[in-house]
């Protein structure tokens, strides 16, 4: 069963992204709703974990690695290419990891590549 989780000032609906496109209505991925996934891009094509905000991805393991409001479990685990260890932190963790993501500096999002990445 999954365990329920508490809304915090990530998911107020007043709250602005320094991402602009997060902040348009039409957007998918607005800072209220921060999907984690992998990816990886054309000039650095190992996978890592980040989060789309609007037409961006937020790259969790760069932002991660000086980030010292996310523990070092945390940390270690954003530096993996899958989702599997950072899952098994449990809720807790990945709501704090959540948090700590809005205080990350804006110099490391990545513009998101629309183009699939071939298999």
């Known amino acids: 069963m999954m365990q329920p989780f508490n ?13 602009e496109s997060a902040n348009r209505d039409e957007t998918d991925f607005p800072i209220q709703s921060l999907p984690l996934g992998v990816f990886s891009t054309g000039s650095e094509p190992t996978p890592r974990i980040g989060v789309a905000i ?54 490391v999002v990545t513009r998101f590549e629309r183009k699939p990445r071939s298999c």
């Open 54 to 107: 609007g037409d961006s991805v937020f790259d969790l393991k760069k932002a991660s690695r000086a980030n010292e409001r996310l523990a070092a479990s945390m940390r270690n685990v954003l530096q993996e290419t899958f989702l599997n260890s950072l899952f098994a932190l449990g809720v807790a963790a990945v709501c704090d990891g959540r948090l700590a993501t809005c205080w990350i500096p804006a110099a």
């Open 7 to 19: 809304l915090d000032e990530t998911h107020d609906p007043a709250r602005r992204s320094f991402v």
